[in-house]
Structures are given as C-alpha cells and as structure tokens.
C-alpha cells in the first residue's frame, strides 16, 4: 500500500502538483474562464493600488489612509505568499527582483504600524509600477488585442513606470525644500514639462541635488520619449524568426524573408475586424 506522502511527492516530481498548489497554478496560468477573470481581478487590483498610492500621496496623513495601508499589506501579502507556493523554487523566488519589490512595497505599507511615515516609503510603493511587467504578460496571453499592439505598449509602459517613480524621487528630494512643490501632483508636472523640454519656468530645482536629478530625467526621460514616438510611427511588425536567417520581425501580411527571400509562415487568427 502507497503512503499519501510518497503518492504527492512522486506527482511533485512527476511536474503534477496536488492540493492547493494545484488549484493556484490553475488559476494563475490555466486557459479556463475561471482563470482569465483571476487573473484581470489581479489587474484590476495592481491598477488600483497604484492609483490609491498615487492619490494618497496628495492628501494629508489621515487614520484611515493608514488604514487601507494595511488592508492592501495584507492582500499583498496572500498573493505573494499563493506565488510562491506555485513557484518550482520557492527560495529562487525569493531571491528574484521581482520578488524583493514586492516585499520592499510591502514593508512600506507596514513600516509606519513601528515607525514614523517617512517620505521614502512613497517612492518605495511605486516601485508596484514595475508589477506592470508582469500584467502585460499575462495580458498578452489572454488578449489578442495586446499581442498586435505589443510593441507600443511596451514603449508606453516603460515611459509610464520612468515618469512614475522619478516623480516619487522629485517629491521625496523637494518636497522640504521646494515651495513649489507640495505633493504629487506639482512633482509630476514638474517631471512632465522636464522631460519634455517644454521648461515653463514657474517650477524649478535650485539646489545641486535637484539639478542633477532634473539632468538625469532629462537624458534618459528624452529617449524614452523618443523610443515610444518611433513606436507609434512606424509600420507594424510580427514576432516570427525566419527558418533559413533568423530575422525576427517582418510585416503582418509578409510572405517572404526581407533578408534572405525565404518564405515565412506567419501564424495568424484569422479576420478579427
């Protein structure tokens, strides 16, 4: 007679995980309706903890912001804990970048339960943005949409988590020392008319720290910028290697291999118009 314990241990290794493990892989990377609307819950969510992180950072301390600090630690908390169940090496995963974002947002929220609120914690929770990443991943997976137009959403997501978390630094950095600048908002203006050289004048960074940072969003913020116009502008292409030269990207309705004249087979869905 089999002992239960030898019976799951074989299906772990056998790449069958039982029990609740299961059941999370199912919903996380399954093909079913029920895992597609887990996994735009866990969108919808992402979206919205960044927009309250963004908001609350525009309104005065209040017990109930606090409040809903915990309420998401503690949602976060089950997620990441339900990732690394269904993860083949926990302690790999633990270890991943991804990973320690997670808990470095995550102790953020909790921080101020033993110490003082300090303005760092509110560049640390934008970090979530880069949880972005992961959303169009499994965007792309669940939506053709996303998959035809993945190229500029990349472009506009890696501009979006720049300006995000380079505004979070402006507001930790001036917020003190800038009279300009009193919350989110003036910061994120800031940032914007910076990265797009517009340059109004009425906010400025006159400290040394400042400018040097305003350079920096300056040099890398423009060619983001650049990166995502060329995005927009130029014709569309398809992630399909040739067999014969390996060029990776061709046009959607492309028979043959621009470098090498070799015919490519395009997967397509059909008319989705």
């Known amino acids: 007679m089999s002992n239960p314990q030898d ?17 999370l892989r199912a919903l996380y990377y399954g093909e079913d309706e029920a895992a597609s609307r887990f996994r735009f ?23 109930w912001i606090f409040q809903v600090d915990l309420a998401l630690a503690a949602v976060l908390l ?22 320690l974002v997670d808990l470095a947002v995550i102790a953020s929220l909790l921080a101020p339960a033993f110490l ?37 959403i990349q472009s506009s997501l890696n501009l979006a988590v720049f300006v995000f978390i380079v505004t979070a630094i ?14 989110y908002f003036d910061a994120l203006y800031f940032t914007v008319t910076t990265l797009t050289t517009t340059g109004f ?5 006159t400290d040394t720290a400042g400018r040097a940072f305003a350079v920096v969003i300056m040099v890398f913020g423009v060619a983001l910028f650049l ?15 040739c067999s014969h030269c390996g060029l990776r990207r061709h046009d959607p ?3 043959h291999c621009k470098h090498c004249g070799a015919v490519v087979n395009i997967p397509t869905e059909g008319d989705w118009t």
């Not at 019976?7 to 059941?23: I, K, V």
């Not at 919808?44 to 309104?59: E, H, N, P, Q, R």
């Not at 004048?201 to 960074?205: K, N, R, S």
Request: hydrophobic share 50%.
């Open 7 to 23: 019976t799951e241990a074989r299906n772990d290794a056998e790449g069958r995980p039982a029990g609740l493990q299961s059941r």
């Open 41 to 63: 819950v866990l969108i919808a969510f992402d979206v919205i903890t960044v927009l309250f992180f963004v908001v609350s950072s525009m309104v005065p301390e209040r017990p």
């Open 78 to 99: 089950v997620e990441f804990a339900a990732r690394c169940v269904i993860a083949n090496r926990s302690w790999r995963f633990l270890l991943s970048f991804p990973a």
């Open 116 to 152: 003082e609120n300090l303005a760092f914690l509110r560049v640390v929770r934008m970090l979530r943005l880069l949880r972005s990443y992961h959303l169009l991943r499994g965007l792309r997976r669940d939506w053709p949409w996303f998959r035809q137009r993945e190229d500029l």
């Open 170 to 183: 402006v507001f930790v950095l001036e917020e003190d020392r800038n009279a300009s600048i009193n919350n």
């Open 201 to 205: 004048g009425d906010i400025t960074l």
């Open 227 to 241: 990166r995502l116009v060329q995005t927009i502008f130029r014709p569309p292409k398809v992630a399909c290697p």
């Open 253 to 255: 309705d492309a028979v």
